[in-house]
């Protein structure tokens, strides 16, 4: 990328765009002279949106969703069930189970999950503040939604063991064949534990 | 993605990057997400990026790639030959071809390639001004290299007969098996202008 063929703003998107996740440089290159090509609103209000995301939003200080105001709409929402928190590993995690319209408690996000691999302990997590939340009371149910491997796993026990001695009800997602799978080419793994989580008709 | 899960400021980046090519939704959402666990430094650099690159460069006016200074560097190299001309799409292969490391002469952007059913004509085009600096004299050889498909085609054979009744060479870039292909999966269209184009060992 170092050629004359290629001005250096236009290498330095490239290079920055390269940084993100799943865009190698191909993709750097193609979105950097699509840019160059497409009207320059959309140059301005994707440097304006990527600019003021950070500096208009922290985590809410309940759930540690991202958030504008503290604490999140969802925390502040009477209409919600407040007694009744799923735990996530990421915000992203909260949108896809809102896209359900049928979850209607609160949250908890953890912020990532355990992973001795990738050095990523209990303590890097927000498990403490979640086992705060459940010791100051008023929590009936904690639904347990990390992801179904073995790092969201080993969080999920975790998460067991510290709120063992805590008078509330732990539940987890259940597993089984995704909707519109097919069988046939369903892991045995997932095959497995749709088996043992069989419910009657 | 109107939840109200999700801060405006982050869903108006989401917006912003669903607009650029190959970014669906999904996409967009992971990469505003990570954006907001990076250190601000990557989000600060990305909206600078963004906003300066269009502002700091413009086209070339003899051969309309980009660039910051007019005329770019290529066109002003002495050591390049400027009597051999590669006619390209877009400034993505002007850089493909410098990565060959083996072209040494000059470009010229056309912006784009004919095609009727995107309502792009040939004068949508910058093809009367490579018309122009052959005309102008000192031009020995025009390699065509618009891709290989139907618009390529169309974009090579209509700048074929406008350059027709000048005194230039004109060539095009070889059409064959790419390397490290496999015969076996070859599209039959790629291996008919391989037998047809077939060299001398």
Wanted: hydrophobic share 40%; glycine share 8%; charged share 25%.
């Amino acid at each position: 990328m170092s050629s004359t063929a290629v001005p250096p703003p236009v290498t330095r998107l490239i290079d920055v765009l390269s940084r993100l996740p799943g865009v190698g440089p191909k993709t750097a290159s193609r979105l950097t002279y699509f840019l160059l090509r497409a009207p320059d609103e959309l140059s301005i209000e994707l440097s304006e949106a990527v600019g003021q995301m950070k500096a208009l939003t922290r985590l809410c200080s309940v759930c540690y969703n991202i958030t504008v105001d503290d604490p999140c709409p969802v925390c502040s929402d009477a209409v919600r069930d407040q007694k009744t928190i799923a735990v996530v590993e990421e915000p992203l995690d909260v949108l896809a189970l809102e896209r359900t319209n049928v979850y209607r408690g609160v949250y908890h996000v953890l912020h990532g999950a355990i992973s001795y691999v990738n050095g990523v302990g209990p303590e890097d997590l927000r498990i403490r503040e979640l086992v705060s939340r459940v010791e100051a009371g008023g929590v009936n149910e904690i639904i347990i939604a990390t992801n179904p491997g073995l790092e969201g796993d080993a969080t999920a026990m975790h998460i067991q063991r510290e709120l063992a001695k805590l008078p509330v009800k732990l539940t987890r997602l259940a597993r089984g064949l995704p909707v519109g799978g097919d069988i046939e080419y369903a892991d045995s793994v997932t095959l497995m534990r749709a088996l043992q989580g069989r419910s009657d008709m």
